[in-house]
């Protein structure tokens, strides 16, 4: 098959022709349709995660057909039309058995404990626990778009945040990450503040449901900026980017007994950024990290899409062949653009 492949961490990342996958006795490989391209990717080609093992083939998002399956899988057949969380749970440890697949210790996590999708094919491991039946109105593109980003944004409004109606909920960096938790807020009946430094991304979010817009550029004091408009703070803030400034505004924005979400992945020196306990003790804040969603969830995220409550559609950017694909992925420039990009054809 033909896959995009690394064999060093910052190097170059081309098309190679590499054996095509097997299916372990649990799990099954899949025709990929259509993968989307994340931050996440570009984190793994930098080297920030420790499991990956080289060379490489980087994607985590995808969704498309099920080639093969493995002698121990129950559920699934060939023909199937799938998708997958990013974070796969074994299935048998306590914390699966709990519901809890997306911190599961043993997890399996295409692209990045073993190849991904950005191939004609890619092997998912415990397949029975983990792949997502897609309903038939939803198109490939769309499906692969809401593996990482829109299904994380969802379990962190909805499951970590428990976003009510009405709540103010303040969204730090309006890329793919933000944009999703803005449609999925304003889905809740939530009045939601976009913030970033971009003034493209700003207006798409208020073409997706924002009621208003903070340019993080112009403010000396963006907490302080929080707090006026919503006359006392946010009742959720989510930090959707992933940096030292945005989580400490995020957290530092916050009404009395409100919940910041960490959504934005904290790497290098952000990993170990100073956390305001004053603030979180006198005003009795809630803070959680939210890491993916689990597969037994998606038929909540699926209903929102049928009774056209959320349309994820209304994110994807653009799509390209792997091809034009590589120097996004080697840089951030798929992430200047508002929007998700998503690889349709190899």
């Keep these: 098959m033909k896959a995009a492949l690394y064999t060093e961490f910052q190097g ?6 590499v054996p095509d996958p097997t299916p372990t006795p649990t799990g099954t490989v899949i ?6 391209i994340c931050r996440s990717d570009w984190h793994g080609w930098m080297g920030h995660d420790a499991d990956i093992v080289l060379p490489h083939v980087p994607g985590h998002e995808f969704a498309g057909v099920i080639e093969a399956v493995g002698s121990e899988v129950t559920k699934w057949q060939r023909g199937d039309r799938v998708t997958a969380p990013f974070v796969c749970g074994c ?4 914390l699966c058995k709990a519901g809890d697949q997306q911190v599961c210790t043993r997890q399996f996590q295409p692209g990045f404990t073993a190849w991904g999708s950005f191939a004609e094919f890619v092997m998912l491991e415990y397949a029975d626990e983990n792949l997502v039946a897609l309903p038939e109105h939803l198109d490939f593109v769309t499906a692969a778009s809401l593996g990482c980003r829109f299904a994380t944004s969802f379990r962190a409004v909805v499951h970590q945040a428990r976003v009510q109606a009405g709540d103010w909920v303040a969204v730090h960096g309006c890329g793919g990450v933000g944009l999703s938790a803005i449609m999925i807020a304003k889905a809740l009946g939530a009045r939601t ?3 970033d430094i971009d ?12 009621i208003a817009s903070i340019d993080a550029s112009r403010e000396g004091d963006l907490p302080e900026a929080v707090r006026e408009l919503t006359s006392g703070g946010a009742r959720v803030s989510l930090d959707a980017l992933g940096a030292t400034v945005t989580a400490s505004n995020s957290i530092n924005c916050l009404a009395p007994r409100g919940r910041h979400v960490q959504i934005g992945l904290m790497t290098g020196d952000a990993a170990l950024s100073s956390v305001p306990f004053d603030k979180i003790v006198a005003k009795e804040l809630e803070i959680y990290g939210s890491h993916g969603m689990q597969a037994h969830r998606y038929p909540e995220l699926f209903a929102m899409i049928s009774d056209g409550r959320l349309d994820p559609s209304k994110l ?8 034009e694909a590589l120097p996004a992925l080697t840089s951030q420039e798929a ?4 929007g998700i990009t998503v690889v349709d054809r190899i």
């Design 31 to 36: 025709r990929v349709a259509a993968t989307g």
């Design 12 to 17: 170059p990342l081309t098309i190679q022709t």
């Design 335 to 338: 992430f200047a653009a508002p």
């Design 316 to 323: 994807v950017g653009h799509t390209l062949t792997l091809q």
């Design 199 to 210: 003034p493209a991304k700003l207006e798409r979010a208020l073409q997706l449901g924002a």
């Design 193 to 195: 503040i976009a913030i």
């Design 91 to 94: 299935g048998i440890c306590t």
